[in-house]
């Protein structure tokens, strides 16, 4: 099975910037799309971003409102993993960062529709 592993959260002032990664393992695919979503406390687990991978060129990255023009992610090629460059944070992007895949190309914005999920990295804001 595929396990996927989160890293580069913490702590981090307002303002400021991280990044994080993820990085699977296990099972291979050919075309997968893979996807970063986020739950603070009280809070349902909500879109972030995503991205595709296939064995072409072609991929295709999507982002939720609240984070466009601030968050980029890109693919991390040797491992086929993601990274999620997170810029001018603000205390509302407090929550435990997830990476899921799942085993379609084709991106969604739906938890329900990925199928392996990393335990999750704490990232905290302060003011």
């Known amino acids: 099975q595929v396990q996927l592993a989160e890293s580069g959260g913490g702590l981090v002032q307002l303002g400021n910037s991280m990044r994080l990664t993820c990085v699977p393992s296990?099972?291979?695919?050919?075309?997968?799309?893979m996807a970063w979503f986020r739950q603070a406390p009280g809070k349902e687990r909500e879109f972030v971003s995503a991205l595709s991978w296939g064995g072409d060129i072609t991929y295709y990255a999507d982002y939720a409102d609240s984070v466009k023009g601030r968050f980029t992610v890109s693919k991390d090629k040797a491992k086929k993993g993601m990274y999620l460059q997170k810029n001018s944070l603000k205390p509302e992007d407090t929550a435990v960062y997830y990476c899921?895949?799942?085993?379609?190309?084709?991106?969604?914005?739906?938890?329900?529709?990925?199928?392996?999920w990393g335990q999750g990295t704490q990232v905290t804001v302060s003011s």
């Open positions: 899921a895949v799942r085993t379609l190309r084709l991106p969604s914005r739906i938890p329900g529709d990925y199928e392996y």
């Open positions: 296990g099972r291979f695919f050919d075309s997968y799309a």
